[in-house]
């Protein structure tokens, strides 16, 4: 299948939108990887951007930022949401109250948790009453997002707003769990080849026949194995370069995806 | 868009295991509910508990997966011959052609309820506790797939209360796409304390049987369930199949946790459901509503109901039987709608005595027999999530 691009955003250690991870990608600019920067969730109205938490704050970012580069309109799109593990620290709090004796849960703090929170305050703050979902396939959270956004897109002749993010955990989960860095990326992806940035042709098969792409520099190999949204690094290199290129990523233990990037002809 | 084939499915709730106890408990007006005695939780409640899960551990290959939620999805995978379909369906296509997308809102939640519980002095979580296999809203699809040894595309949708209805959605464009030649799709949600203590935090949990579109309504009971239907392109000779028809999802765009008053979203499912299967509101039998017996869930899904297809067109909630399982409330009705058709039956809305006088749609408060040829099934979840479903028989 193919699917266009019409707008990307990345956000991570070194790097707080695309601009900057491009140029990285293309021209050598360095990454400096110890800022880390703080997403400010800027498209929710002033109430909810106070009480928003740092995974709602960095899901609404990223998704702003694709949006404004596609120049498309946030009621006309569909949008997937695909975390490994929600609103970490949301989760984190109401265990520690239910581990209480009076277990005395927020309601705010609670509805918070639903694993589609983000996107549910991403369509009250749009507008949008377009289909919206929220996904997760633990370290394969990336390309189970691209496939399930890009078939919504081709099946339904809609663009949709893909948006990937996983925040680590607090203590004393942080242990336990994958992602030590902030990440996300997102993208406008649209059947229409009308203003696109790149399209992108995406095959499935077993893993007997693909191996998964890494990173050559090692900075940026270990930022890609840090979390499921991180896992988008090589698409988004890829995606930075004006040449074709392919890439194949992990959909499952067993089964790969391999996206051809091509320029959009004239 | 093209008919799908249910041509498998099976269910585990508050009513037992295998559609047969659904299908027997509906008929009997036999409610699945009791008096909430789930572990040390002191809610004044009822809830729709599923019997035995302490005693019946994951399958010993997959042990490091064991949790209320998995042993949950396990039962569903054993009960209805299930497995032995989706062998035949692995056997046809080959494993990388059957996908397992699952809905789940809170997984294995509970073990790490637990495990909170019994940290150490220094804070630190029991050694024996895997955040990744018995909570992580992946594991029980992981858990699935692994099971039923597919390879397929592979994701979880977690949309609080319509995560079980939207797979049938993500499953049929993985379909049409080439991607799939077949799904597993289905919903599991158990018992846990995080949704007992919220949804009693939002003062939304009913102390009686829940009673969907009653005057008196008050809240939700809680239930489990797990369900799971094998979805594949329909056969020439498959006209006695029910198949899934149309699916329909939109978003409120208005709160997190209520309703639009109005059904916006709500009618806008309904619509885009009834659009791609090619249907006018007439030629649906019979509504399965979300109807969580909440003030504001019933007030607006009537509002929306009766504008789309007037006061005619029967419905009802069957979570007077098994609960609001959440996660799983979308499977669970699914396959409800599929017994409808199967047996030409409507359940009435167990436990409501006087339908609210300001609604407008033709609550059934009694059972019904009455041929079916399509039945729509709604579910809705925090977060604005809509989702409509369309099944019934291809036209001859």
């Known amino acids: 299948m193919i699917i266009h691009v019409k707008g990307i955003a990345a956000f991570g250690p070194g790097f707080e939108n695309w601009d900057t991870l491009r140029s990285h990608f293309r021209t050598g600019t360095a990454l400096n990887t110890d800022f880390v920067p703080v997403p400010s969730g800027s498209a929710l109205p002033g109430a909810e951007r106070r009480r928003a938490s740092a995974t709602v704050r960095l899901a609404v970012d990223i998704a702003q930022g694709a949006l404004q580069q596609s120049g498309m309109k946030a009621k006309d799109l569909a949008t997937v949401f695909a975390s490994s593990n929600g609103d970490t620290n949301t989760i984190h709090h109401i265990c520690d109250a239910l581990a209480t004796a009076e277990r005395c849960v927020s309601p705010t703090r609670f509805h918070n948790s639903v694993h589609n929170a983000p996107v549910g305050y991403w369509s009250i703050a749009s507008g949008s009453m377009q289909p919206s979902s929220s996904l997760c396939a633990m370290s394969n959270t990336f390309a189970a997002g691209l496939v399930e956004a890009a078939t919504q897109s081709l099946a339904e002749e809609v663009a949709v707003l893909l948006a990937v993010f996983d925040t680590p955990f607090p203590e004393p989960l942080y242990q336990l769990t994958p992602g030590r860095q902030p990440f996300g990326v997102s993208m406008v992806l649209d059947a229409d080849p009308r203003g696109s940035l790149a399209a992108m042709t995406i095959d499935i098969g077993p893993d007997t026949q693909l191996v998964t792409t890494k990173m050559n520099d090692p900075l940026l190999e270990n930022l890609r194995r840090d979390s499921s949204a991180s896992r988008s690094l090589p698409l988004l290199a890829a995606l930075a370069q004006p040449m074709a290129q392919q890439v194949v990523l992990r959909y499952a233990e067993d089964l790969r995806i391999k996206v051809s990037v091509d320029r959009p002809g004239p | ?396």
């Open chain 2, 1 to 396: 868009m093209h008919p799908l084939a249910i041509s498998h499915y099976t269910l585990v709730n508050a009513l037992g295991r295998g559609t047969k106890s659904t299908l027997d408990a509906l008929q009997a007006g036999q409610s699945g509910l009791r008096q909430c005695n789930f572990m040390d939780a002191t809610i004044d409640t009822y809830i729709g508990r599923v019997d035995g899960i302490e005693n019946e551990p994951v399958v010993a290959r997959l042990r490091e997966f064991d949790c209320r939620n998995n042993r949950l999805a396990m039962l569903g995978l054993a009960a209805d011959g299930f497995e032995s379909a989706v062998a035949a369906a692995r056997a046809r296509y080959g494993a990388h052609r059957v996908g397992v997308i699952l809905g789940t809102s809170t997984s294995g939640i509970l073990e790490t309820e637990l495990a909170y519980r019994q940290r150490d002095a220094a804070g630190r979580l029991p050694a024996q506790f895997n955040y990744r296999t018995t909570h992580e809203n992946y594991c029980v699809t992981d858990f699935v797939r692994r099971y039923l040894k597919l390879q397929g595309c592979a994701f979880t949708i977690s949309t609080a209360c319509s995560s079980s209805a939207k797979v049938f959605a993500s499953a049929s464009r993985l379909i049409t796409s080439g991607l799939c030649d077949a799904a597993v799709v289905g919903g599991i949600d158990s018992l846990c304390m995080t949704t007992l203590y919220g949804f009693s935090s939002l003062e939304i949990v009913s102390a009686t049987p829940c009673r969907p579109a009653d005057a008196e309504r008050n809240g939700i009971s809680i239930g489990e369930a797990a369900g799971f239907a094998l979805l594949e392109r329909c056969e020439e000779d498959s006209a006695d199949v029910p198949c899934l028809l149309g699916y329909g999802e939109s978003s409120d765009a208005y709160h997190m946790s209520s309703p639009h008053p109005e059904g916006a979203g709500a009618r806008l499912a309904m619509l885009r459901a009834l659009q791609r299967g090619g249907l006018e509101p007439a030629q649906i039998d019979y509504i399965n509503l979300h109807g969580t017996a909440t003030r504001a869930n019933d007030r607006a899904e009537d509002i929306a109901v009766s504008g789309l297809f007037g006061n005619r067109t029967p419905c009802s909630s069957t979570k007077g039987w098994t609960g609001h399982t959440l996660g799983a409330a979308g499977i669970t009705e699914a396959a409800i709608a599929c017994l409808c058709l199967q047996e030409n039956f409507l359940p009435g809305s167990l436990n409501t005595v006087t339908v609210d006088p300001e609604f407008s749609m033709n609550v059934l408060l009694e059972n019904r027999n009455q041929k079916n040829r399509r039945v729509l099934s709604n579910s809705f979840g925090f977060g604005g999530s809509n989702v409509s479903l369309v099944f019934g028989y291809r036209a001859a």
